[in-house]
Nanobody, 124 residues
Framework: QLQLVESGGGLVQPGGSLRLSCVAS????????VAWFRQAPGKEREGVAS????????TDVDNAGDRLLISRDNAKKTVYLQMNRLKPEDTAVYYC?????????????????WGQGTQVTVSS
């Protein structure tokens, strides 16, 4: 059974960068679409970015531009979220999730496997 483990979170000043990693164990991610979600205190979980098995990616426009970039290395069974020019409103627990298939999705209900999350705090 696929398991996901996130890492790379921490405390960073506004304007700084972090790279989150999501590593799969027990099974590969080759056939999975993977997404990053985040959940801030008191708010619903929201989608950040999604990437298909072939590496095509999409980022939610509200989080956008080139600040939050998703990528994957199937050989390492790892999906990354590069976060640049971080803002205090990016503070949240970040989760990676996987689903079978090759279509983009940022709907929480479509993902079947979740990691435990990693905390990102943006503060001066």
């Amino acid at each position: 059974q696929l398991q996901l483990v996130e890492s790379g979170g921490g405390l960073v000043q506004p304007g700084g960068s972090l790279r989150l990693s999501c590593v799969a164990s027990r099974e590969s991610l080759d056939d999975s679409t993977v997404a990053w979600f985040r959940q801030a205190p008191g708010k619903e979980r929201e989608g950040v970015a999604s990437i298909t098995p072939a590496g095509a990616s999409a980022t939610d426009v509200d989080n956008a531009g080139d600040r939050l970039l998703i990528s994957r290395d199937n050989a390492k069974k790892t999906v990354y979220l590069q976060m640049n020019r971080l803002k205090p409103e990016d503070t949240a627990v970040y989760y990676c999730a996987a689903r079978s298939g090759s279509s983009f999705s940022l709907e929480v209900s479509r993902y079947t496997t979740w990691g435990q999350g990693t905390q990102v705090t943006v503060s001066s």
